[in-house]
């Protein structure tokens, strides 16, 4: 068996956990029950690099039942579940990955998995084709996916300077990914993951958001609902004005860094929060990221001022600073939804995960027209998710009448 896990023997609370997920998937699971039949992907190498959670396992089981061996390393090296790794590498899926992996281990697992020369890549963030583009590897790959707003960033830098090698659906962009996932799913799991490494009250904090993007939005709103004082800061004068109007206060870092209790940053850029906040920050002053690297506080500027640092719980360091004051970094600085807590709620990922299996499924049938470059979700494909979503929640909708179709392709009834 070729797997690299943290115990094997984990695998059967793997499979509890994959039940669950499976249990509030249910449009993934209605995919799965066709590909099982139709085995669109018959015979076919995946390579994916995504979360290793209960959630990211109900997609490898339906790439599986679809007729496709896996190979998946993690894209995050604190947010893999050991006991779903576990349960995965049992199914006979080539899993590499596990809760704590070092840089140089986070590489060597998606080297094996790029050894197994897929002819699909399913990336979370980028990493694995960035990796596929560096010249050490020569194999021929049909299509990829990639499930995040960093990654797309990312992939269409390299399509725009002409490196890009084959075509990337951009799962991110599908409208029943995007204004779900990021909205909903980081809203809550963002909190989840600050509540489980801290278990504070957010209850009349100062909860200072960097970035007011489909992410920060839904941030904003959840811990609004928990009680907090919701502070915005943005560089997009668009983003900061939808923030105004959404009642929430608005100003630059440098202020609100010597207000906040808690700081989370969610703008997909670097150093967003950095030495010159962290000296004028209250003590006890918390800090988290729910962007998809950890780039964007300044770990080397907090290592520069501190006079030591403590892990005192789960997921948090203790750093005392030279002006006497105390900061809390929570998990190291990386995505602290799936490194403290276990990402988003199935309910929200079945979306997501639905738009990945539909898009290889895509690929599969339509790359030989398509060029290297970043397309969006085929709208059909995005309509298919949310009635698909909607039929399991059990809510029917109307439909237009013929009289209608012809109104709004028409022009020529006015006032
Ligand atoms: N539970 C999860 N499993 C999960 N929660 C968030 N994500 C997850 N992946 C697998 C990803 C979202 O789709 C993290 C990505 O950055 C975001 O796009």
Known sequence: ??????????????????????????????????????????????????????????????????????????????????????????????VYAWKGESKEEYYKCITLVLKHKPAITMDDGADL???????????????????????????????????????????????????????????????????????????????????????????????????????????????????????????????????????????????VIKKEHFEVMKDGAILANTGHFNVEIDLKGLEELKVDKVKIRESVEEYSLKNGRKLYLLAEGRLVNLAAAEGHPSEVMDMSFANQALSVEYLLKNAGNMKATVYDVPREIDETVAKLKLQMMGIRIDTMTEEQLSYIKGWWEGT
Not at 38 to 51: T, Y
Request: with cysteine.
């Open 129 to 271: 084709v960035t990796e596929l583009h560096s010249g050490k590897w020569d194999f021929k790959v049909i299509g990829g996916t990639e499930e995040t707003t960093t990654g797309v960033m990312r992939l269409r830098a390299m399509a725009d300077r002409g490196v890009l090698k084959y075509p990337i659906i951009a799962v991110n962009n599908a409208e029943t990914k995007w204004d779900f996932d990021n909205v909903y799913g980081t809203g809550q799991s963002t909190i989840d993951g600050i509540l489980r490494a801290t278990n504070v009250l957010l209850a009349g904090k100062k909860f200072v958001i960097a970035g007011y993007g489909h992410c920060g939005k839904g941030l904003a709103n959840r811990a609004r609902g928990m009680g907090a004082r919701v502070i915005i800061a943005e560089v997009d004068p668009i983003k900061a004005l939808k923030a105004v109007m959404d009642g929430f206060d608005v100003m630059p870092m440098d202020e609100a860094a010597k207000i906040g209790d808690i700081f989370v940053t969610a703008t997909g850029n670097k150093n």
């Open 1 to 94: 068996m070729d797997y690299l896990v943290k115990d094997i023997g984990l695998a059967e609370r793997g499979r509890s956990l994959l039940k669950w997920a499976e249990d509030h998937m249910p449009v993934l699971m209605e995919i799965k029950r066709r590909f099982s039949v139709e085995k669109p992907l018959d015979g076919i190498k995946i390579g994916a690099c995504l979360h290793v959670t209960k959630e990211t396992g109900v997609l490898m089981r339906t790439l599986k039942a679809a007729g496709a061996s896996v190979a998946l390393a993690a894209s995050n090296p604190l947010s893999t579940q050991d006991e779903v790794a576990a349960a995965l590498a049992a199914d006979g899926i080539n």
